[in-house]
């Protein structure tokens, strides 16, 4: 069982920036790809970005391309989401997610262990 803990979300104006972050439990950290996933009320989870266990490699949605970056400290066990020139578009809840396979995935389903999601609200 892997628990999860996102932070950093908030209120901000368009254009402005936010770092999430999110803070996992246990000692195999390491060995996990970790996502960023986010959802608005009534529509579905939809991705936004992916990291490999080294960091070596990301991936992210073409909404998101360009303006966020994810990042990952495995000996803090935390892996971040760092958002810039942010849109109203972007308003949502944005969860973090454990795919415990260690290989790379864009859907809700290939993963395996999510956090409590934190409210991201950008103003125009």
């Known amino acids: 069982q892997v628990q999860l803990v996102e932070s950093g979300g908030g209120l901000?104006?368009?254009?402005?920036?936010l770092?999430?972050?999110c803070a996992?439990?246990?000692?195999?950290f390491s060995t996990y790809f970790m996502g960023w996933f986010?959802?608005?009320l009534g529509k579905?989870?939809?991705?936004?970005?992916?990291?490999?266990?080294t960091g070596a490699s990301t991936y992210y949605a073409d909404s998101v391309k360009g303006r966020f970056t994810i990042s990952r400290?495995?000996?803090?066990n935390t892996v971040y989401l760092q958002m810039n020139s942010l849109k109203p578009e972007d308003t949502?809840?944005?969860?973090?997610?454990?795919?415990?396979?260690?290989?790379?995935?864009?859907?809700?389903?290939?993963?395996?262990?999510?956090?409590q999601g934190t409210q991201v609200?950008?103003?125009?």
């Not at 609200?121 to 125009?124: C, F, I, N």
């Open 12 to 17: 901000v104006q368009a254009g402005g920036s």
């Open 19 to 21: 770092r999430l972050s």
């Open 24 to 28: 996992a439990s246990g000692r195999t």
């Open 38 to 40: 986010r959802q608005v």
């Open 44 to 53: 579905e989870r939809e991705f936004v970005a992916a990291i490999s266990r």
């Open 73 to 76: 400290d495995n000996a803090k």
């Open 92 to 115: 949502a809840v944005y969860y973090c997610a454990v795919r415990a396979g260690g290989t790379y995935s864009s859907t809700e389903a290939g993963y395996d262990y999510w956090g």
């Open 121 to 124: 609200t950008v103003s125009s």
